[in-house]
């Protein structure tokens, strides 16, 4: 799995880095994936990319 985030798209609101601290994190103003998820733990990098009010969290297998 590899998740990323849109820069161009994001608006900092921080509920990515909320749901899955160990994944994503705010820097300056955006959003930063700062690990990959380890595998059996995706549950909540889904739950952020679909809670992103924007959709700029995309995950691929």
């Not at 590899?2 to 601290?21: E, F, K, N, S």
């Not at 705010?26 to 952020?48: C, F, K, L, M, N």
Request: hydrophobic letters at 40%; proline letters at 8%; a positive charge.
């Amino acid at each position: 799995m590899t998740v990323t985030v849109d820069p161009t798209r994001c608006i900092g609101c921080g509920m990515c880095a909320y749901a899955a601290p160990e994944v994503f994190a705010i820097v300056g103003r955006h959003s930063t994936v700062i690990a990959q998820p380890e595998p059996g733990r995706t549950g909540r990098v889904y739950d952020a990319a679909n809670g992103c009010p924007v959709n700029a969290i995309r995950v691929t297998r």
